[in-house]
């Protein structure tokens, strides 16, 4: 929302800071400036002039002036305006000699559009009497910190705020003496008060449609709203000054009354915008008796528009249901500068007001207007304004200092409240266009006063609170131990997206329905939720593999998995990768294996079943810790990655639980030595050596204390020999030679019953 | 006997001074002083001499061993130091190779982010509290007086799902999960990833990590958020950082700020940076607002609170001086490696 400079100190009375003051008060104590613009930047030092003298120029559209100007004497200038001739008085813009067309050109003449009045930029500016405008430096105000302000959608409304914080006097725009008065023309009916609680109209006879005076196109153009005609540019300026929505219809092409009524199913507009809209029965339309006129709050008709042969006009001024209109207006996907004020909830009791500023600009734009009879004005019972009681004591808590009460009652007289002064409280009365939504509670009045005395004169203070150490998040904390495990490996640490495309879901295998679909993802490829990280790992590699040989990544984020009801289940996992470019892979699982080990040391490989299809078909291998199954460890198929990509996907949730859940418990030292035997076991070819020593163990007696893999070579026959060394003691005393040997002849027992041979 | 003594102990000297190598003198040792050796040999004919010539005897035997011993020692030492300083003199070593074997990796700068943050706040008493990434439309906005119609909804683009739910717009509904979990009176932080329906260019993400905070209790002030702030923010830049707050609009709080801090680059006089304002917007806060402290199931008549939201992705590009969001969720090791 733009404000202008000029307008708002003809709304502050005595406005002694500058446009860039304004903006910075602004943001302090109301809303966020976006900064200061010059417009009409050209008219500094322009002045009138007179043209002398014009001379065709050779081969050139241009033509060499001779002008009287006011301010600097005599000038020549090459100007390639086609109205450009003798005799006519327009604008001088000094900028320095140019040489154009062969002419030293001093100075240029200026078109309106130049100047920021309008758009014309057919010709230099024809000039009677004085152009009478300056420069205007216009504020730019952030909308989204003004959505939940109506009254600041207008110049008014900005001024009071300007007039509450410098503590000048605020000047009304409004004179209530302007209204019309007479009995009522325009019968109005409305339908529905919820959606529509007022309705005011007036009409006026004796309409010349024409231009508007340079003074309102400029002060119009300098915040954004083109110049349409004298008639409907009365309906902007009311908009941005009050700032009520207007709409002017063309009186003679109503029949009848205007009824404010739902939309029929499928009703179509034709806008004034040129579009034709299809209606459903959620949106309001001002209809009259044979239909619709416009949609009411957003945008007028086509049919019922003012043009160049209006001669009455029914000037609407109503209000409207702010979350009707916001339906309608995004459903119809059409923001307008109506449906964006009266979204924020405008104030109901600011119709006439507007009637009674336009009638009198109408006077202004358009001399022989009359008013017809007065104002019908259609009303729901108003709502009475809030009351709030407000402690003064309360008040110093939730600020964090204490102020003069009459400094308090101040700030919120300035601001329009009604205060009654209670002593300890305040009896706080909201004026009506901080009660439609913004203001109702004491809290609300805690921020009014706060930022216009400045929330700089607040001084921090440390809060009295009781010293408790706080409970700690395991989870956090175990996925940060993991993190810096992982890194003291080599691993660095990725953030992947949640999302995935179908394409990349098909990719892994995993059927589309089994992910979460985003209904309005931004692009297709970010259509569902992910229930695995590999589709980020897998992309990690494509993505590094051209610039690296060799790399490790990991990454700890969640899988989103559909639930029958309820929330979705998020599951932390941990995904970490090793690529190599070449070599036999072994390197890179084996690697995953102790950091799969450094993160629970108990952890056990087992083969698993089935290799899934983007897996190497003789690499993969499941995590268990105890019976439960955690996490898997395979090569990616060289289908899927090129080179050697080996992957961990761990699941968190119940191993954070498992680890907390196992205590560290001491082992007194054992006092008497303890004794070793190498078993080497002969296997057929790709035995897993865990199935060894799954039978080895499955004699152990007590007196064992450590069945650890030694080595392993392969046979020319292509059998395998497995070594393992056996550690056997026992507490209280040292095992006799026939206890170890025992050991040992159940060892191979049970190697051989499970289809070993030893070696 | 004597004589014989004296004679073989002088031949047995030099021939460990003549000694080349330990094996040779350790041959001399044996042979002279060894169990069978020539003076044990000496030591079985004492028993033929008289008592005072076996005193005599005694003597000589012993002087002599006496002596051949420490020459042996002696010699021995020079032979193991030799011998060591041999080995020494050839075991240069060029330790300016760099080492071989596992770089460590590296923590996304995101994490290192949280985890100072976290610490930084864990140390004033606040507990760190996770909230799901799927959310329901109460907590994400009905529980935070953000009502349906509420044109605060247009300002965050929702990724909405199936089943009715969103992806979290901000990590604010953890202050609703976190009341009700916790109860009065109650700090907390909640970093984590939220999500808005955003094209993504250099400066927009529509992935990106918040940590919210929250503070409840019996009475708490403008001035003690101000003081919060202050000390988050000098923890975080590692000095004294000039912070203000002005008026934000925001339906969870009451009434609500922004703030900024001082621009660190030109220290307040203007720069690009700072747009010329001298100030950087930072963080969204206020105090919460009684329709929240209810939805958390707190009685606003007794306790009053403050909460805040930090844009860590705004945080670490700032400190970074990262040109591209989108580094951050590239997965790129380019990028990664460097924290
Ligand atoms: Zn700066």
Redesign the pocket.
Known sequence: MKFSYQWLSELVEDLDIDAKEVSRRITLHTAESEGVEVHGALLKGACPATVLTVEAIPNSHNVKAEVETELYGKKTLACGAPNCRAGLRTMYVPLGVKRVSGVDSDGMLASAAELGINSDHDGIIELEGELGLEADSIIEIDNKSLTHRPDLWGHYGMARELAAILDKPLVDPVSMELLPVGAPVQPVVIEEFGLCPRYSAQVFEGVTVGESPWWMQYRLGSIGLNSISNIVDVTNWVLAELPQPTHAFDADKIQGKIIVRRAKQGERLLALNGEEYELSADDLVIADEAGALAIAGVIGGKASAIGPDTKRIVFESANFNASAIRKTSSRLKLRTDASMRFEKAQDPHNTLRAIARAAELLEMVCPEIVAVGGPTDVCAELKPMPVIHLSLPWLYRKLGRELPKSQVIGILERLAFGVVDQGEALEVTVPSWRATKDVSIPDDLVEEIGRTVGYATIDPVAPAMPVVPPPVNEERRFYNQLRSVATQQGFHEVYNYSFLSEAQAAKLGVPVEAHIKVLNPIASDQSLMRTTLLHGVLKNFEDNLKNFDQFRFFEIGKEIHKQPEGLPKEVAHLAAGFYSSGGDGAEGLRELERLARAFAPTMRFQPAAEARPFEHPLRSVELYLDTMLLGRIFEFHPNWVEGRAAVLDLNLGPLACMLAGIPKKYQPIRRFPSSEFDLSVLTPARTFSSEVEKALRSSASNAVEQIQFVREFTLPDGQRSLSFRVTVANQERTLTQDEITAERDGMIAAIRHAGFELR | MIAEVEALAEGALARIHAAVNLDEMEAVRVEVLGRKGSLAEFGKRMGKLSAEERVAAGKALNGAKTSLEAAFDLKKTAFETAALDARLAGEWLDLTIPPQGIVPGSLHPLTQIQNEIESLFFSMGFTILDGPEVETEFYNFDALNIPPDHPARDMQDTFWLEGGHLLRTHTSPVQIRGMQRLGPPLRMIAPGRVFRNEEVDPSHEHTFYQLEGMMVDRDVSIANLLYFMKTLLSGIFKRDVTVRLRPGFFPFVEPGFELDIQ?M??GGE??P??KHS?WVELLPCGLVHPNVLRSGGINPDEYGGFAFGLGLTRLVMMRYLIDDIRWLQSGDLRFLKQF
Request: proline share 0%; charged share 0%.
């Open positions: 621009c680059v030109c203007g720069c940076v700072c001298g």
